[in-house]
């Protein structure tokens, strides 16, 4: 290339087309920022086995035990002092939005922790029902 040749300079209407593809993609950036990502940390809510309540929504609100984490969802369970508490949920609020996460808790679930975890057994109401006699397990 010559040392004396100018650089070509881009149309206008390029340079317009770039301008709106800039901002479309900024636009949508923000867009997924709004919904994704996240402006606290993981709740994690926790029931207790022992509750007597049909559902876990039934359950008096003083018994649950609430956690926080920042990295992800915390442990199916948590024993806290002596007794076992099974999460019903879990939220993260993004911008916009809100993520909830809640592990469905029925016989074959509270079975395979039972397989898994085989010291939580003694910790269940009634360990020897299929449900573990969680009242509020769904059946």
Request: proline share 6%; glycine share 8%.
């Amino acid at each position: 290339m010559d040392a004396n040749a100018t650089k070509r300079r881009p149309s206008k209407g390029a340079r317009i087309y770039h301008g709106i593809v800039r901002i479309a993609g900024g636009c949508m950036l923000g867009y997924l920022a709004l919904f994704f990502l996240p402006a606290g940390p993981w709740t994690n809510l926790y029931c207790p086995v022992s509750a007597k309540a049909k559902t876990w929504g039934d359950v008096p609100r003083n018994q649950y035990i609430w956690t926080k984490s920042w990295l992800s969802v915390d442990d199916d369970y948590v024993v806290h002092e002596g007794r076992l508490f099974l999460r019903v949920q879990s939220t993260r609020p993004s911008i916009v939005t809100i993520w909830l996460d809640e592990p469905r808790w029925d016989t074959s679930a509270i079975t395979d922790l039972i397989k898994t975890h085989r010291d939580l057994r003694a910790r269940l109401p009634n360990p020897d029902a299929a449900n573990g006699g969680i009242e509020w397990i769904r059946r």
